[in-house]
């Protein structure tokens, strides 16, 4: 039985020696997990403001359902994106699956609901404070998003921040859609899973430790950003 | 009233959307009519002071006419004409609490003159000089949201004049101010009034309304009470609700 320790300072050799398997893995995560996080911030920032300051039928079921969507597991999505892009399904043609797109694909249904559900209570907010300021400016609902976003800049960036935590640290859905292939579609929490249950300690808790300063650092940036807005906004 | 008068010193000739004339207006919440005006008519010239009690309708009405809100009965003639966006283009109004938004003194202004429409080869000179007017030079660049709360009183009233609007309405831009800072967006109201733009300015400061106002309309429980010349006002108030809340009693 080797020593409790030895893992952690292999761990830690790996990481201070720059271990070329480990950088794989850790830059296709970040690369996977930010490129997702753009993509749903693309599509969730203006849909939740159109939530906030739009009238129109069946609004509030939708923020009901995007709400509720927050929550999605991870795994089911994962089944959902691979039904959907596997050979028999819709999307198989595009011959996806076991691709780090895949992975995308899944984080981004994932993420957008976090992020669309977020963006709407810091456009909401700010609209109830704007709102008749700028309809007295001339500006009309629909084109006030813009401004609105903008304005709740600090505020949204800790919605991304909320999303690319959810992103980075979910290993249900990559593991579907993605098959956890070595050097192609291995991040670090399919790897952590997997390096776990092989024995190699070292590599899993090399990533978790990774993963884990990541986790914080996007936590210190949300409280970093929260601090710098209050300045900002209500000195 | 004072019909067509043109104010003495009115550098721009007056863009005719005055008189406004409101008529039938009802504005009702929870089954009670907080609004119920039978006529009110606001000419063109001078500074029109709405005065009344808290709660007497005051900034609902300034809503109204400005048409931020949507009466559940009335009408509203801009020079005889219903609002539309080319009577909107020429409204400006400043709030109570002032609305800033979440950048620099500079931008907000910046902000103001882009949505009017104004051209951008035109727009950082009109930003300097109404930053000037506002004594704000030196803060151009600051978070809006960093000045004192004279300073944002400011910025919010030279941001509404950037746009030279006709007609600026005013929910009671002093509420919260010191005497030094309520004297310095005096100055600006009244200089703006002898430049030609027509002041509608709620304030329930009876001294302020002394200062400024040209005539008062006075409300109470959101009927207009009364209609008068201010000078014929504050001597010989017409009904008791407006002697006895110039006289200082507690009007409910
Ligand atoms: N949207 C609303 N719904 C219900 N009541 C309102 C609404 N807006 C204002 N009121 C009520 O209408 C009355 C007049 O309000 P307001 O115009 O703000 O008075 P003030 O003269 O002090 O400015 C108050 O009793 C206020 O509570
Ligand atoms: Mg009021």
Redesign the pocket.
Known sequence: MQNFADPFSLAFRLILSGDAELLTIVLLSLRVSLTAVFIAALIGMPLGAALAVGRFAGREAAIVLVNALMGLPPVVVGLCVYLLLSNAGPLGVLQLLYTPTAMIIAQVVLVTPIIAALSRQVVEDLNGEYAEQLRSLGVSRAASVPTLLWDGRFSLMTALLAGFGRAIAEVGAVIIVGGNINHVTRVMTTTIALETSKGNLALALALGIILVTIAICVNAAVGMLRGGARQVVHA | MRDGQIYAGGAPALPGILPLLAEGLVFQ??G?R?IDIERLRIAAGGTTIVL??????????LRLLHGLIAPDAGRLAWAGRPADAATRKLQAMVFQRPVLLRRSVAANIDYALKAHGEPRAERAARVAQALEHGGLAGMARQPARTLSGGEQQRLALVRALAVEPAVLFLDEPTASLDPAATAAIERLVSEAARNGTKIIM?THDIGQARRLGDEVVF?HR?RVVEHSDATAFFQDPGSREARAFIAGELVL
């Open positions: 919440a929870g009670r907080l009344g009690p808290n709660g007497a309708g005051k900034s609902l009405l709620v409300l959101g």
